[in-house]
């Protein structure tokens, strides 16, 4: 079983930045694929970012390129999630994700149905 925790969600206004972290627990955090997921109201969730278990390989949604970055401390086993130049768009509950690799081990995916287990989510909120 393992167990994440997403912290750092706020209000900021456009053009700010916020870090959130998901610390897991568990099992050995170095063995997963970690990502980042965001839901709005009424849509569906959308992929943000992910992480291999080395940390070598990083994907982004096309929305975010450019704006967030995504970083791993497995020796805290906390995955990060660094949002610059934020906009209203922005707007949602971020999900922290963890992959197992029963599917495609070591893959970073952009597909939600891919990863086992998920953090309870915290809220961004972008004003304009």
């Known amino acids: 079983q393992v167990q994440l925790v997403e912290s750092g969600g706020g209000l900021v206004q456009a053009g700010g930045s916020l870090r959130l972290s998901c610390a897991a627990s568990?099992?050995?955090?170095?063995?997963?694929?970690m990502g980042w997921f965001r839901q709005a109201p009424g849509k569906e969730r959308e992929f943000v970012a992910g992480?291999?278990?080395?940390?070598?390989?990083?994907k982004y949604g096309d929305s975010v390129k450019g704006r967030f970055t995504i970083s791993t401390d497995n020796a805290k086993n906390t995955v990060y999630l660094q949002m610059n130049s934020l906009k209203p768009e922005d707007t949602a509950v971020y999900y922290c994700?963890?992959?197992?690799?029963?599917?495609?081990?070591?893959?970073?995916?952009?597909?939600?149905?891919?990863?086992?287990?998920w953090g309870q989510g915290t809220q961004v909120t972008v004003s304009s």
């Open positions: 568990g099992r050995t955090f170095s063995r997963y694929v």
């Open positions: 992480i291999s278990k080395s940390g070598i390989t990083t």
């Open positions: 994700a963890a992959d197992l690799g029963r599917i495609n081990p070591g893959v970073v995916s952009t597909s939600s149905n891919i990863y086992d287990y």
